[in-house]
């Protein structure tokens, strides 16, 4: 039975219960949840909104850039392979734009799942990651999370 959280009344997400609240994962994260015993790790990023045409894929790649490219940023991944990269409305309207990577991290093989979910002038970053060889383990727990996430109409 997955558990139910309220985040700083923007949003509701239910996520596995072996996870753990940590606001040691990123500093921007509106939530943090992890296992270290079965390293799985998922964080929800609130991000600015531009109302320019083109900003929510220019931010997604820009983003997800920052994963793949280690002279850029310092927690990007090495070697990485994308699964996936889509984009699509999902089943609560919401636009959603989503990747899907492998690659390796301070020597750990990783597959980390990113996605910026938008509606209308509100906009978040989910991102989940556990290591590769967990991957049939954890992955679907990890987009169970991306799935319940719902936006609250509160201003």
């Given amino acids: ?34 296992n270290k015993y079965r390293d799985v790790y998922y964080i929800v ?13 220019y931010l997604f790649d820009s983003l997800s850039n920052d ?18 990269d889509t984009s699509y409305t999902n089943v609560k309207g919401y636009f959603v734009q ?8 301070k020597d750990q093989k990783l597959v980390f799942n990113m996605q910026l979910v938008q509606k209308d002038n509100i ?6 990651w556990c290591f590769l060889a967990k991957k049939d383990l954890w992955l679907k727990d990890i987009e169970a999370m991306n799935e319940s ?3 609250l109409n509160k201003e």
Avoid: C
């Fill in 1 to 34: 039975i997955p558990k139910h959280i309220d985040i700083r009344d923007k949003l509701q997400l239910d996520y596995a219960p072996y996870l753990k609240k940590t606001e040691d994962l990123h500093p921007n994260a509106a939530i943090g949840l992890q």
């Fill in 45 to 57: 990023v609130p991000q600015p909104w531009e109302s320019d045409s083109g900003y929510v894929e």
């Fill in 67 to 84: 994963l793949k490219n280690v002279n850029k940023a310092e927690h990007a991944l090495m070697e990485t392979i994308v699964l996936r």
């Fill in 98 to 105: 989503d990747i899907l990577l492998k690659g390796v991290l």
């Fill in 123 to 128: 906009l978040f970053q989910t991102s989940g």
């Fill in 149 to 151: 996430l719902t936006i």
